[in-house]
T-cell receptor, first 113, second 116 residues
């Protein structure tokens, strides 16, 4: 069965600084990987996803993520954080077949002025 | 395009009472999901429908939880009787395709349940 680890519960970044959120996965085959963002009181919104091909994936809102098979990682990055990026970020891994997603526990991003 | 609709947004009940949540997926989406998100955790899949059939309910506590998807469109999730540990946000999601792992799931705003 697949699993996801997000080692950082909270991260605080200054506005304008760069961001990297870590995600490690466990899955026996080629994984399908996703990053979602959840703002307070709202549902999850897809930022980006990786299925195959180029290991650097571009998403919405200026986010990107890099798939590294050797490290079983799919870290999320943004070169310059805006105050509106403050939210909770979830990494998820999908299994083949019926598209079951397994989510990590999330990383809460705080943006300081 | 309208998103996934859920109601109610908030619900407070006492333990041993029953409660029901409603979800209307995006029009034309074949697959519908119910997730439970406990505070401080990621969403956990409870049940997945493909049209009006169940494809995965392995993590649904069937002694108290039930769900149905009438005519392959709307869905209801019921808890009876509720326990304190059922306090969580219940998220509904839908996706377009029937059998692809690469399809995007679109989430509703969720229903926050508090069991006292």
């Amino acid at each position: 069965a697949q699993s996801v680890t997000q080692p950082d519960i909270h991260i605080t970044v200054s506005e304008g600084a760069s961001l990297e959120l870590r995600c490690n996965y466990s899955y026996g085959a080629t994984p399908y990987l996703f990053w979602y963002v959840q703002s307070p009181g709202q549902g999850l919104q897809l930022l980006l996803k990786y299925f195959s091909g180029d290991t650097l994936v571009q998403g919405i809102k200026g986010f990107e993520a890099e798939f590294k098979r050797s490290q079983s990682s799919f870290n999320l990055r943004k070169p310059s954080v805006h105050w509106s990026d403050a939210a909770e970020y979830f990494c998820a891994v999908g299994a083949t077949g019926f598209q079951k997603l397994v989510f990590g526990t999330g990383t809460r991003l705080l943006v300081s002025p | 395009e309208a998103g996934v609709a859920q109601s109610p947004r908030y619900k407070i009940i006492e333990k041993r009472q029953s409660v029901a949540f409603w979800c209307n997926p995006i029009s034309g989406h074949a697959t519908l999901y119910w997730y439970q998100q406990i505070l401080g955790q990621g969403p956990k899949l409870l049940i997945q429908f493909q049209n009006n059939g169940v494809v995965d309910d392995s993590q649904l506590p069937k002694d108290r939880f039930s769900a149905e998807r009438l005519k392959g469109v709307d869905s209801t999730l019921k808890i009876q009787p509720a326990k304190l540990e059922d306090s969580a946000v219940y998220l509904c999601a839908s996706s377009l395709a029937v059998r692809t792992s690469t399809d995007t799931q679109y989430f509703g705003p969720g229903t926050r349940l508090t069991v006292l």
